[in-house]
């Protein structure tokens, strides 16, 4: 049960929370990850604006960072005793769900294990949700991995949207 686990990682606390939880299952079941972070067309336009006074490649950059991440994922399976092999998506195909689902579909996955904020409300409607649209759309079982209650409480309290201003999904 459950020998081919996907990961979706982007070095957030939740996201590391739910790499954790997925390395004890897959110690459990004996089961392998596969660790995976998608590269999309908000995560590049961020960085544009985070590297605004920088000249140099982007994407370049992106990836960088995406496989380093990547690597202290698999560094840290590995000193569990567990294996994983990792996939970087930075192609701009689709929404981070939908190249989750694929990769999910791919690999044979027989479970996503994925860490979430568990925003609600405001938070939920204005950020939107891959966890839940990944959770919606899934061929496989989804194992939601939420940040602690504080931590979700603090993050949404620091959102703030300017007045005047409206977000979309």
């Not at 994983?84 to 939908?98: E, I, S």
């Not at 925003?119 to 204005?126: A, F, H």
């Amino acid at each position: 049960m459950y020998q081919r686990i996907l990961v979706p990682v982007d070095g957030s606390s939740t996201s590391n929370r739910g790499l954790s939880e997925a390395i004890q299952l897959a110690k459990i079941t004996g089961g392998r990850l596969r660790l995976v972070h998608v590269i999309d067309e908000l995560s590049f336009a961020l960085s544009m604006d985070a590297y605004s006074g920088y000249t140099g490649d982007w994407l370049k950059e992106l990836r960088a960072s995406a496989t380093t991440l990547l690597e202290k994922g698999r560094a840290q399976a590995a000193a569990e005793g567990v294996a994983a092999d990792v996939v970087l998506c930075d192609t701009f195909k689709g929404t981070v769900n939908d190249q989750v689902i694929a990769q999910a579909v791919s690999s044979q996955a027989q479970l996503i294990v994925l860490g979430t904020h568990g925003r609600r409300g405001l938070g939920r409607w204005v950020m939107g949700s891959s966890a839940e649209h990944i959770l919606r759309l899934s061929p496989v079982p989804v194992l939601l991995v939420r940040a602690p209650e504080e931590q979700a409480k603090a993050e949404f309290e620091s959102f703030t949207l300017p007045v005047g201003e409206v977000a979309s999904q």
